[in-house]
């Protein structure tokens, strides 16, 4: 098993996929599986960094919140 991210990153999900995996750190990221290609995304408020999910597919990493 590899570590993929530093010690506070919290509630990773897979894409549906198995290519991306999107994580809160805080703040919203997104990353390919290998741990490469970290990339911050915007988020509108608290809730949106809460539960990750991949709604419909696409690389958006929203929330459920």
Same mark, same amino acid.
């Given at each position: 098993?590899?570590?993929?991210?530093?010690? +506070?990153?919290?509630? %990773?999900?897979?894409? %549906?996929?198995?290519?991306?995996?999107?994580?809160?750190? %805080?703040?919203?990221?997104?990353?390919?599986?290998?741990?490469? +290609?970290?990339?911050?995304? %915007?988020?509108?408020?608290?809730?949106?960094?809460?539960?990750?999910?991949?709604?419909?597919?696409?690389?958006? +990493?929203?929330?459920? +919140?």
């Amino acid at each position: 098993m590899k570590r993929l991210t530093e010690a +506070g990153a919290y509630t %990773p999900a897979w894409a %549906p996929d198995g290519s991306h995996i999107v994580f809160c750190a %805080p703040g919203l990221f997104v990353m390919r599986a290998d741990g490469t +290609g970290i990339e911050a995304l %915007p988020v509108d408020g608290i809730g949106e960094t809460t539960l990750p999910d991949w709604r419909g597919g696409d690389r958006s +990493g929203r929330g459920r +919140g």
